[in-house]
Each structure stands twice: as structure tokens, then as C-alpha cells.
């Protein structure tokens, strides 16, 4: 069956980096690209971006770009999200999820990890 | 890119039927069929339950439903239950290649 598997949580100071990674398993990993999807205490979902594990092209939302890097390791189905310059803001829960149907860019995820908390604090 | 505008909350009863609006522009639901809904119990992952607007995934309940007109999205739960009370979140392909999400609905089943 189709898992992703997300790394633990982390607490990071302010200024610093973060990174998420999210490993998948049981579907081909190149067919589906990978979203990463954020939700601060009490607020909505927040799209952070989009990168297809086939050529590995990248798509951030406004908000993040400069600050946000996916990537996606062929070798371990994983794909990691790298965030820095990180503020009290960004603490939030992070969710990885799958394209549903498997194109270049997916607008819809079907599977999604467990969520990863990350905690920004001074 | 704002995110698209849902009411906070909306409440019905069992058995009823109830309709949760997504508001966006030109630039996202206005122009594009790629509206997808998300059912999120707090603390668990989100669930897809509607995509390319009136879509369902295999295994999705047909009492949810979608729509579109114009620029706004509609989820429409017939025959409520009390597992459907959840957040639901809207999103939106953009203009810009990116994706945008509403600001959820708390659904509460009286």
C-alpha cells in the first residue's frame, strides 16, 4: 500500500534552516510528483511548492521562493524540503503528499505523510 | 496569491444536506477546472475527497459532491453524519503554476 513517511519533529532557532523529508514507498516514485503542504496552530493550509520526481523540476509558492528548496532522491524514494531563514512564524505542522494523477504538476494529492512539527523559537 | 475565501464555519443536522462555497478570481477557479476538497480531522492528515472540481476519488462517499461557477467552487454533503464534521479546505490551481487553498470551514453536525 501506498506510505509517506515523514522525519520527526525539530526545533530550530530563528535565522536557522530546517529540513523535512518525506519517504515513500509502496507505488513506482518517479510515476508522482511531491507537495509540501504546512498548517501553523490554528490556521489553515499553506502550500509551499511542488516538485515532479521525474525531471525534478520545482514549482514554490511566491511566499516561499528564495527561502524554500525540494529535492528528490531517485535512490531512496525520498524527497526532502529545506526551509531557512526560518521566523517564529513558520512553526508549523508539515505534510508531504502525493500528485494524484501523476503528471507534471498535480493541483490534487491523494496520499499525504503524517505531518512533521517544526518549532521556531528565539 | 490570496487564498480563496470559505465561510468559517457551517452546522446541519443529521440527514441533511449542507453546501460550503470557495470564492477565488479569473486567475484560479475562474479559469481553471483543477478545484479539488479536502476533508482534515485535526490531527491527521488531509483526505481528499474532490478533484478537477466534481470529481471522487475510488472510495469517496457519493454523498459529496462538487461544482463550480464562474469563479466560485461549491462541496455539497448530502446526508450528513456525524464522522463528515471535519475542516474542509478548498484549493485551486493558479495562473502562476502554483496552488492555492482556502481558509477551511468547520463543518459541525448539530
Known amino acids: 500500500q501506498v506510505q509517506m513517511v515523514q522525519s520527526g519533529g525539530e526545533v530550530k532557532k530563528t535565522g536557522a534552516s530546517v529540513k523535512v523529508s518525506c519517504k515513500a514507498s509502496g507505488y513506482t516514485f518517479r510515476t508522482y510528483g511531491i507537495t509540501w503542504v504546512r498548517q501553523a496552530p490554528g490556521q489553515g493550509l499553506e502550500w509551499l511548492g511542488w516538485?515532479?520526481?521525474?525531471?525534478?523540476?520545482?514549482y514554490y509558492a511566491q511566499n516561499f521562493k528564495g527561502r524554500v528548496t525540494m529535492t528528490a532522491d531517485t535512490t531512496t524514494n525520498t524527497v526532502t524540503m529545506e526551509l531557512g531563514s526560518l521566523r517564529s512564524d513558520d512553526t508549523a505542522v508539515y505534510f508531504c503528499?502525493?500528485?494524484?494523477?501523476?503528471?507534471?504538476?498535480?493541483?490534487?494529492?491523494?496520499?499525504w505523510g503524517q505531518g512533521t512539527l517544526v518549532t521556531v523559537s528565539s | 496569491q490570496s487564498a480563496l475565501t470559505q465561510p468559517a464555519s457551517v452546522s446541519g443536522s443529521p440527514g441533511q444536506a449542507i453546501t460550503i462555497a470557495c470564492t477565488g478570481t479569473s486567475g484560479d477557479i475562474g479559469f481553471y477546472k483543477y478545484v479539488s476538497w479536502y476533508q482534515h480531522h485535526p490531527g491527521k492528515a488531509p483526505k481528499l475527497i474532490i478533484y478537477d472540481v466534481d470529481s471522487r476519488p475510488s472510495g469517496v462517499s457519493n454523498r459529496f459532491s462538487g461544482s463550480k461557477s464562474d469563479s466560485t467552487a461549491s462541496l455539497t454533503i448530502s446526508g450528513l453524519q456525524s464522522e463528515d464534521e471535519a475542516d474542509y479546505y478548498c484549493s485551486s490551481y493558479t495562473r502562476m503554476s502554483t496552488v492555492v487553498f482556502g481558509g477551511g470551514t468547520k463543518l459541525t453536525v448539530l
Open positions: 503528499a502525493r500528485g494524484y494523477s501523476g503528471y507534471d504538476f498535480d493541483a490534487s494529492y491523494d496520499y
Open positions: 516538485i515532479s520526481v521525474y525531471n525534478g523540476k520545482t
